[in-house]
């Protein structure tokens, strides 16, 4: 079973830093490029990056570029989302997903981010 | 950069068909994905492609893409479709991926 479990968020303030982690299992994790994919409270969704599957090529919003570094390692199976001077409109549950061909399938679970003072 | 409009509500009674429309700058041009997200829950994909739909997806839901509009059709509504339905394209020009602004459909 394909499956993705997000990780490490929380609550932080204005200014800070927080590091997400995306677990994968049940396929290939090497052959996919991956995406995190964010969703304010009571809003819609906002696609934030984008990393192929030999890290060669990324991507970002411009909401979070510059901010916002995303970054993988196959070894592990693992995605990462380094996030930096965080604002209050960050606040948001955050979704790694696996891409096929320009879409999004499946979705982690969500890690919830608060920045707030 | 590309914006994809969604009207925000949809009713509709059960067994009765819903129709969801997602408006973009010559969308047809482009391949449109559909998510459904109930409360709490995470995205699933329920059409791609403008109208295929993955493996596990009743027959019920189907898309059609052309011109500036594409739109997802739910026939024989039914109470468990009740959800916020997003599309999405992948847009060329800015090499980002775009949602849009999503529409709740409500089972009366």
């Known amino acids: 079973e394909v499956q993705l479990v997000e990780s490490g968020g929380g609550l932080v303030q204005p200014g800070g830093s927080l590091r997400l982690s995306c677990a994968a299992s049940?396929?290939?994790?090497?052959?996919?490029?991956m995406n995190w994919v964010r969703q304010a409270p009571g809003k819609g969704l906002e696609w934030v990056s984008y990393i192929s599957s030999s890290s060669s090529t990324i991507y970002y919003a411009d909401s979070v570029k510059g901010r916002f570094t995303i970054s993988r390692d196959n070894a592990k199976n693992s995605l990462y989302l380094q996030m930096n001077s965080l604002r209050a409109e960050d606040t948001a549950v955050y979704y790694c997903?696996?891409?096929?061909?320009?879409?999004?399938?499946?979705w982690g679970q969500g890690t919830l981010v608060t920045v707030s003072s | 950069s590309y914006v994809l409009t969604q009207p925000p509500s949809v009713s509709v009674a059960p067994g009765q068909t819903a129709r969801i429309t997602c408006g973009g700058n010559?969308?047809?041009?482009?391949?449109v994905h559909w998510y459904q997200q109930k409360p709490g829950q995470a995205p699933v994909l329920v059409v791609y492609d403008d109208s295929d739909r993955p493996s596990g997806i009743p027959e019920r839901f189907s898309g059609s893409n052309s011109g500036n509009t594409a739109t997802l059709t739910i026939s024989r509504v039914e109470a468990g479709d009740e959800a916020d339905y997003y599309c999405?394209?992948?847009?060329?020009?800015?090499?980002?991926?775009?949602f849009g602004t999503g529409t709740k459909v409500t089972v009366l």
């Open positions: 010559n969308i047809g041009s482009k391949s």
């Open positions: 997903a696996r891409e096929i061909t320009i879409l999004f399938d499946p």
């Open positions: 999405q394209v992948w847009d060329s020009s800015s090499d980002h991926y775009v």
């Open positions: 049940g396929f290939t994790f090497s052959s996919y490029s």
